[in-house]
C-alpha cells in the first residue's frame, strides 16, 4: 500500500440527454476529515451519499467538492398559466374597449404576451434517475485526486526515508563517540583534582567513584535504544502506508523528547553539532508528515 498525500486535486465529468455533471474536489491537509460541499438547487438530498464515497477514499484532510450541472435541462420546463392575472387583463381591456369606443382585441395570444400571464419553470430532477450519471463522475473525480495523492506521497515517503537514514547515521555517530567522551572526561577530572590538591595523594576509589557519577549522568544507552526503537517503528510504517499520518506525527514527537534528553546528558561541545543536526532533521521531517493521510 502506497503513502498517501493530503494535497490533491481531481475532476470528473459524465454527460447524458445532453446534459453535463461535473465534479470537481480539492484536497488539503488537515488534522481531521473536514469536507465543505457546493451543490446546485435541488441536489442537497444527494449530500449524504457523496460524503459516504469521499469518507470512503479521505480518511483526513480539508476537501473543497463543487458539483455543477449544465446542458440541455428543456425536458425539465413546463409552461404555467396564472389565469387570476389573465383574467385582470381581459377585464381590463375589455373596459378599456368599451369606455374608448373600440374594437375588443382579446385574444389568448395577446393575452399571453402580457408580463407573468405564461410562467416558465423547471421541474426539480429525478435524483434517483441522475445518481449513476453523478455518481460516475464523482468517482471519476475521486479517482483522479487519488492518483494525484498517491504520487505525492511516494515522493513525501522517499523524502522522509532519506532523512530518517541520516538521522540514524548521526545517532550511530553519537553512540560511536561516548566512550570517548567519558574517557576524556575522566582525564579532566583527574587533573583538575591534581591541580587542586597538589603533592596530596589521590585515592583511587575515591577517583572510581566520582568517575562512576560522571558516568552514570552520561550514559544515554536508554536514550539511543528508543532511538534505534523509533526508527525501526518509522520505517515499518512508511512500508505499511495508507492512513499513517497521526503515526508518524507521534513518533516525530517521541523523537524530539529522547533527543532533547540526550542532548542535555551529552551536554559536550564537540558533539552538539550532532544534538543540532538531529533536531534539525527532524522539523524538516515534522513539515513533511503534517502532509500525509
Known amino acids: 500500500m502506497a503513502v498517501k498525500s493530503m494535497t490533491g ?21 488537515h488534522r481531521y476529515l473536514d469536507l ?22 479521505h480518511q483526513r484532510g480539508r476537501v473543497d467538492l463543487f458539483l455543477g450541472v449544465s446542458g440541455d435541462f428543456s425536458d425539465l420546463m413546463e409552461v404555467r398559466v396564472n389565469l387570476d392575472l389573465a383574467r385582470g387583463y381581459r377585464d381590463a381591456l375589455t373596459t378599456l374597449s368599451q ?53 505525492e506521497g511516494e515522493i513525501l515517503a522517499e523524502d522522509l526515508s532519506g532523512r530518517l537514514n541520516l538521522f540514524s547515521i548521526t545517532v550511530d555517530t553519537i553512540d560511536t563517540a561516548i566512550p570517548d567522551l567519558l574517557a576524556n572526561r575522566e582525564k579532566t577530572l583527574g587533573e583538575r583534582l591534581e591541580k587542586l590538591l597538589g603533592n596530596v595523594q589521590l585515592d583511587p576509589a575515591r577517583l572510581a567513584q566520582e568517575v562512576a557519577v560522571i558516568a552514570d549522568k552520561t550514559d544515554v544507552t536508554e536514550e539511543i535504544v528508543r532511538l534505534r526503537s523509533h526508527i525501526q517503528q518509522f520505517e515499518l510504517f512508511l512500508g505499511e502506508g495508507e492512513a499513517i499520518g497521526r503515526k508518524l506525527d507521534f513518533l516525530i514527537q517521541e523523537f524530539l523528547r529522547e533527543v532533547n534528553t540526550l542532548a542535555s546528558k551529552i551536554n559536550d561541545a564537540a558533539l552538539a553539532h550532532h544534538t543540532v543536526d538531529l533536531k534539525s532533521e527532524l522539523e524538516k521531517m515534522r513539515e513533511q508528515v503534517q502532509n500525509i493521510e
Open 9 to 29: 486535486f481531481g475532476r470528473g465529468e459524465t454527460e447524458s440527454d445532453g446534459r453535463i455533471w461535473t465534479v470537481e474536489m480539492r484536497c488539503v491537509n
Open 99 to 151: 369606455e374608448l369606443g373600440v374594437q375588443d382585441g382579446n385574444s389568448a395570444a395577446l393575452l399571453a404576451s402580457y408580463p407573468d400571464v405564461l410562467i416558465y419553470e423547471q421541474k426539480n430532477e429525478d435524483l434517483d434517475e441522475i445518481w449513476p450519471f453523478l455518481e460516475q463522475a464523482l468517482d471519476n473525480a475521486l479517482a483522479s485526486c487519488d492518483i494525484m495523492r498517491r504520487q
Open 36 to 57: 465543505k460541499m457546493k451543490v446546485p438547487k435541488g441536489y442537497s438530498a444527494l449530500e449524504e451519499k457523496i460524503r459516504k464515497k469521499v469518507a470512503a477514499m
